[in-house]
């Protein structure tokens, strides 16, 4: 079954703590990327990778890290420096090469209290 | 920074009755405008695409119409079923980045 998972569906943390959100993908594209979602704003970009060991900065990148060490994953880790982090966060991935189309995993609920 | 403006922000439809949803873009150089679907608790899914060189494509119900000269570009769902509630983002991507950049989202309930 291909496809791009993420991991956990719903996290909770205390605030000051970092967290790691996973996403991998068996579907062999080159393109990753990371968005947050907030009610009535969309999809706004946190970071997105087109090479493996490669990665660029999207509108909302402070507070966020990431790292691109295998095609397959592409892990968002939320620090304590995020002030808002209380989101739904969405992978993507798109093959790369003059395509643009993006396929999104099912979402992780993050909660930081 | 790029924009892509959506409306409205929510619609209501009877059953059997035609959605439509509206976006503006900016950027001249955009080249690839998708819509997607996304269900509460989900990702969204990819419904419906179109390239500036046609001005409407049609999958089943859904239909994007495109209109090059006022950077506008639409989606219509053709006998709206209440199956179809769910929020639909469109995007614009192109112009050199492998980036979307994504409306804000319409809510679109069918009653019935």
């Known amino acids: 079954d291909g496809g791009i998972t993420q991991s956990p569906k719903y996290l909770f943390r205390k605030e000051g703590q970092n967290v790691t959100l996973s996403c991998e993908q068996n579907l062999n594209h080159d393109a990753m990327y990371w968005y947050r979602q907030d009610p009535g704003q969309g999809l706004r970009l946190i970071y997105y990778s087109q090479i493996v060991n490669d990665f660029q900065k999207g509108d909302i990148a402070e507070g966020y890290s990431v790292s691109r060490e295998k095609k397959e994953s592409f892990p968002l880790t939320v620090t304590s420096a995020q002030k808002n982090p209380t989101a739904f966060y969405l992978c993507?991935?798109?093959?790369?090469?003059?395509?643009?189309?993006?396929?999104f995993g099912p979402g992780t609920r993050l909660t930081v209290t | 920074q790029q924009q892509v403006k959506q409306s409205p922000q929510s619609l209501i439809v009877q059953k059997g009755g035609i959605s439509i949803i509206n976006c503006a873009y900016e950027n001249t150089a955009f080249d690839y405008f998708p819509w997607y679907q996304q269900f509460p608790g989900k990702g969204p899914a990819l419904l419906i695409a179109i390239r500036p060189d046609v001005s409407e494509k049609k999958e089943g119900r859904f239909t994007i119409s495109f209109n090059k000269s006022a950077k506008q570009f639409s989606l219509h769902i053709m006998d709206s079923q209440p199956g179809d509630s769910a929020t639909y983002f469109c995007a614009a991507g192109g112009a050199g980045s492998y980036q979307l950049t994504f409306g804000k989202g319409t809510k679109l309930s069918v009653i019935p």
């Open positions: 993507a991935s798109a093959l790369a090469g003059g395509t643009y189309e993006q396929y």
